[in-house]
C-alpha cells in the first residue's frame, strides 16, 4: 500500500519566530516529494515533524487517513536517512542493516532474508561483514539506505543524504536513490537545498523560503514558470531587468519592446527575468540593446558571458559551444534580445508573476 502523507496548516513556533508557518501540503502515495530551499528556511523541520522527531505546535499531519500528532516516531513506521548517515559504528553493516528489524521483533529467518535483499538491492552485499570505518562515504551512504527501506516504511523521509558526497558520487547516488524509490514506491519526503539535486530526482518539488510554501510543483515548472522573483533566482539562475507594460505591448530596458499587453488590464513598471541560457548575443546592429563583454567563463560544454549593459546593468548569458560558434572575448560590443516567451513578468516588489 501506498501511503499519502497530508500536511494541514502546520505550525512550529520557536517563542515567536515560526520556523514552519501555516503549511498545507498533499504528497501523493508513491511520489518522490522534495523540500528545497535556502538553509533556515523550515525544511529539515518540516521533515522532523514528519518523523515525529519535532513536536507539531498546529495543524495536522496525516500517513493516509491516519492522524499522525500524538504518534511516537517509533510508532510511524518511517524510514529515515540523516545527513551524517547516523551508522553504529560498533556493528557490523549486516548488523546495522538489521537494527531497525531487531527492535520490530521479526524472527531471526524473516530478518536474515531481508537484511540480505536490502543489502543486494543497494549493491553492498558483499560488504556484509566490514565495519563502517572500513568503508567510503558512498558506501556508508548505501547501508544508511538499506537500514531505512529494510523495515518497508510507509514512508521514506532523507535529509540532505548526499551532501558528504563529492561531486561525481553525487550524481551515481543521486541516480540510484531515484531508481531504487520507484523500484519500491515508497512515498519519499526528501530535503535538499541543492538545485539541480532537486530537480534531477524529484517528481514534484516544494520551494521553501522563511518557513512558507513559496511553489510546489512539477521541476519542469518551478524552473519555467517561477511563481515569483525569489523562485526564479533560487532555481537555477535568472536575470533582473526593468520593464514596463503599456496598454498593448511591454518594453524591457526601453529598448526592446514586445507586443502584447497582460491579461487583467496591467500597466505599469515590472521587474523581468530570463535565464542565462534564453539570452541571446548578436552583432551590436542587429538589437536595440547593447552591452559590453566583462567576463567569459570556459565551462566546457558551455561558455558563460558577463554583459555589462549601456545603463550599467548586469547580464549573464550562456551560450553553448559547438564548433562553429565564435567565442566572444572581453571587450567586444555585443547585441542582446530574447524571445518573447523566454520572458516572465514579475510585479515591481516581485512577490506575484504577472506573466
Known amino acids: 500500500m501506498r501511503f499519502s502523507v497530508r500536511i494541514q496548516d502546520a505550525v512550529k513556533r520557536y517563542g515567536d519566530f515560526y520556523a514552519v508557518n501555516h503549511i498545507t501540503l498533499d504528497i501523493e502515495g508513491g511520489e518522490f516529494f522534495t523540500l528545497l530551499g535556502p538553509s533556515g528556511c523550515g525544511k529539515t523541520t518540516l521533515l522532523r515533524m ?12 496525516r500517513f493516509g487517513d491516519r492522524r499522525m500528532n500524538d504518534i511516537p516516531p517509533h510508532r510511524r513506521n518511517t524510514g529515515m536517512v540523516f545527513q551524517n548517515y547516523a551508522i553504529f559504528p560498533h556493528l557490523s553493516v549486516a548488523d546495522n542493516v538489521a537494527y531497525g528489524l531487531h527492535a520490530r521483533s521479526i524472527p531471526a529467518e524473516e530478518r536474515t532474508q531481508r537484511t540480505r535483499e536490502a543489502l543486494a ?3 553492498i552485499e558483499n560488504l556484509a561483514d566490514r565495519m563502517p570505518s572500513q568503508l567510503s562515504g558512498g558506501q556508508q551512504q548505501r547501508v544508511a539506505l538499506a537500514r531505512a527501506i529494510v523495515i518497508r516504511p510507509d514512508v521514506l523521509l532523507m535529509d540532505e543524504p548526499l551532501s558528504n558526497l563529492d561531486a561525481k558520487l553525487r550524481l551515481a547516488m ?3 536513490i531515484r531508481g531504487i524509490q520507484k523500484e519500491l514506491g515508497i512515498t519519499t519526503v526528501y530535503v535538499t537545498h541543492d538545485q539541480e539535486e532537486a530537480l534531477a530526482i524529484s517528481d514534484r ?8 510554501v513559496m511553489q510546489v510543483g512539477t521541476p519542469r515548472t518551478v524552473y519555467m514558470h517561477p511563481a515569483n522573483a525569489f523562485v526564479a533566482d533560487f532555481i537555477g539562475t535568472s536575470n533582473f531587468l526593468a520593464g514596463t507594460v503599456h496598454e498593448a505591448s511591454f518594453d524591457v530596458m526601453g529598448r526592446l ?3 502584447g499587453g497582460l491579461a487583467g488590464g496591467y500597466r505599469g513598471e515590472v521587474k523581468v527575468s530570463v535565464r542565462p541560457e534564453e539570452v541571446r548575443l548578436t552583432s551590436p546592429e542587429d538589437s536595440s540593446l547593447h552591452g559590453t563583454v566583462k ?9 558563460e558571458y558577463e554583459i555589462v549593459l549601456e545603463g550599467g546593468e548586469t547580464l549573464l548569458a550562456k551560450v553553448y559551444r559547438t564548433r562553429d560558434v565564435q567565442p566572444y572575448a572581453v571587450g567586444d560590443s555585443v547585441g542582446v534580445s530574447f524571445a518573447r516567451d523566454a520572458l516572465t513578468l ?10
Open 295 to 303: 567576463r567569459v567563463t570556459y565551462l566546457g560544454t558551455n561558455e
Open 174 to 176: 543521486r541516480t540510484n
Open 121 to 123: 538491492l543497494m549493491h
Open 346 to 355: 514579475y510585479t515591481p516588489d516581485g512577490k506575484e508573476a504577472l506573466s
Open 257 to 259: 519592446s514586445f507586443a
Open 50 to 61: 514528519i518523523a515525529g522527531f519535532n513536536e507539531i505546535d498546529g495543524g495536522d499531519i
Open 205 to 212: 518539488i516544494a520551494v521553501m523560503r522563511d518557513g512558507n
